[in-house]
């Protein structure tokens, strides 16, 4: 599997941003498809995932209520709408495909930062 992410930026603090993720190759063996993020110093983090085939979703609790995962199953896509942007956002942010409890599969990354 191949994971392409696209739409990162700057943007300021109280803007919004969408990123996109294009999955190609074995894509039928994708279940679960999220985001996370690693900020400068810090460990990279869960911030978002969706289940394929029913929807379900996931946030980590700091981004509730500010950003939205969705799918495309047609185009095998995955976005994330970050609205509310905060500066403590800023990160490059990576696109995943689960595997079980891990991921298996990451996308090359995009840089998001929030000026304040």
């Known amino acids: 599997v191949q994971l392409q992410a696209c739409g990162g930026g700057l943007v300021q603090a109280g803007g919004s941003l969408r990123l996109s993720c294009a999955a190609s190759g074995r894509t039928f063996t994708i279940y679960v498809m999220g985001w996370f993020r690693q900020a400068p110093g810090k460990e990279r983090e869960f911030v978002a995932a969706v289940r394929k085939y029913d929807g379900v979703r996931d946030y980590a609790d700091s981004v509730k209520g500010r950003f939205a995962i969705s799918r495309d199953n047609a185009k095998n896509t995955v976005s994330l709408q970050m609205n509310s942007l905060k500066s403590e956002d800023t990160a490059v942010y990576y696109c995943?495909?689960?595997?079980?409890?891990?991921?298996?599969?990451w996308g090359q990354g995009t840089q998001v930062t929030v000026s304040s």
């Open positions: 995943a495909k689960a595997a079980g409890l891990g991921v298996d599969y």
